[in-house]
């Protein structure tokens, strides 16, 4: 495996690759990430490239955010890197990706300003348009994301959509521990007893989905419903919402691909999950 | 030569090609238009691919400007890049161009609302967002602009950088008539009359370049000099002004790299000109 940190270097090795498989990270890997490496494996085959980014994006932590204190892990990450037969590591430094500064931006549909957006103001524009730099270093023919982040996952497919990027958007299904809870780093941040309770969350969800399955359709009486019954367990939902897939809007009598996407705290540690639900 | 229409036969068309040298233009060429082509033609080389894409772009106009009143002549065009030696034309419809409403824009720097920006609110915003989404279609190695639209080129050369764009932006002289002009669809709207005093911008500018290049250093004396002398012939100025070359915005002490940028209507006709200074 190479670790490369330099644009330049990045396009000289690579412009002998057919296949490239890219899945771009910030590091501090955890198993979710570790299957989206063997997503990307699987999809390049024995011949084709499997390249993970490491960067700590400035551009897309809110002013009230700490990108200083986000962990920085790259030898554990490249090892781990290593293990999941990834064959290329590029870890540019800030002064690599941000030469000056970043003054073109990736403007997001409305769908940057809500749910996860709201909350965090720019985020999306951020990650947009550190995607769109990597894509161009990197030019993949394949890039892979995970569902667990939902909202980012819509906006950069839409985005690649509507730029007519010229890659295939490969969105991996959600790694989920045997009693449902969403793998994710905030886990770690769970007590034994919080960990217990944990999996509620993903509960609420698959129980939305099987009414939603079963015909029901009045969606304020499932979310409130859902809402009601996590906060009666002791946690602090920001939004437990039914939307539609495509743009994350609230769904028309017509939409049948639907989400379920939830935020909630358990004692200090805010969790997200989402289920993907066809009716 | 090819005339394609939509993005997937363009695609399969171009996969081929080891060279691409790009001119993307909204048509109704003129010889301005085809001076890029022989630049395009030269890069490129008896192996390589000259693409020109023909396409009027409804996200660049302002909502007091024309777009239904911009001229549309494909079949002329097309004999024009014929004669140019183009390989392909790329003419894609709105519908191809615009599926579904653009809300994926890229937002330019401040260069975006100064100059030709400020009486035209999202223009560049527009031609950003479409050579982007063009960039992403063709994919070539090279792309050609005319420095007679200086603050385009200046836009989308920041935006190449910026974006980290896989492409070299190859930026053409301005060409002029032999008084001077430099050519423009619009010169086509001036008198008998106004075409002989027409020259009289370029001859502004001129003064002021040697001016700057003997050693004046009084940027505001020079610039409404200019602009006293031209309302004298009966032109109303909107700017004639000293900026630097990289971000269009006045020159500091240590700047070595001018552009002297001029907007005045003679009669009806609005003309546009530069001339770049190196002190």
């Known amino acids: ?38 997503v990307a494996r699987e999809r390049a085959g024995v011949g084709g490239c499997v390249i993970v980014s490491i960067f700590v994006n400035r551009l897309q932590f809110g002013p009230k955010e700490d990108f200083g204190k986000y962990p920085r892990t790259l030898s554990d990450d490249c090892d781990k890197c290593r293990a999941a037969r990834v064959d ?8 690599e990706m941000y030469p000056e500064p970043q ?26 348009t550190v995607v769109l ?4 270093m990197v030019q993949p023919q394949v890039a892979v994301f ?14 690649a959509r509507q730029l007519n990027l010229p890659v295939e958007m490969l969105l991996a299904e959600t790694v989920r521990a045997d009693d449902g809870l969403a793998l994710s780093s905030r886990n770690g941040y769970l007590s034994p007893n919080e960990r217990t309770e944990a999996p509620q969350l993903s509960a609420a969800l698959s129980a939305i989905k099987s009414a939603l399955r079963k ?45 379920v996407l939830a935020a909630a705290r358990l004692g200090a540690t805010r969790l997200i999950d989402n289920l993907e639900v066809s009716i």
């Not at 073109?104 to 990650?127: D, M, N, T």
């Open 133 to 136: 730099k990597l894509f161009n």
């Open 103 to 128: 003054t073109y931006l990736v403007e997001p549909s409305e769908i940057q300003h809500i749910l996860e957006g709201a909350v965090r103001s720019g985020h999306y524009r951020g990650v947009a």
């Open 88 to 95: 290329v590591v590029f870890a540019p430094d800030e002064s």
């Open 1 to 38: 495996m190479e670790i490369i940190h330099t644009i330049s270097e990045l396009r000289s090795r690579l412009k002998v690759e057919s296949l490239i498989v890219f899945v771009p990270t910030m590091g501090s890997l955890h198993a979710g990430h570790i299957d989206l490496m063997r």
């Open 215 to 259: 015909g029901e359709r009045n969606f304020v009486a499932l979310e409130s419903h859902a809402q009601r019954t996590l906060m009666a367990r002791g946690w602090l939902p920001d939004y437990i919402v039914i939307r539609r897939q495509s743009d994350l809007l609230p769904p028309s009598i017509s939409d049948r691909a639907l989400v």
């Open 146 to 159: 995970g569902k667990k982040d939902y909202q980012q996952c819509r906006v950069l497919d839409n985005m």
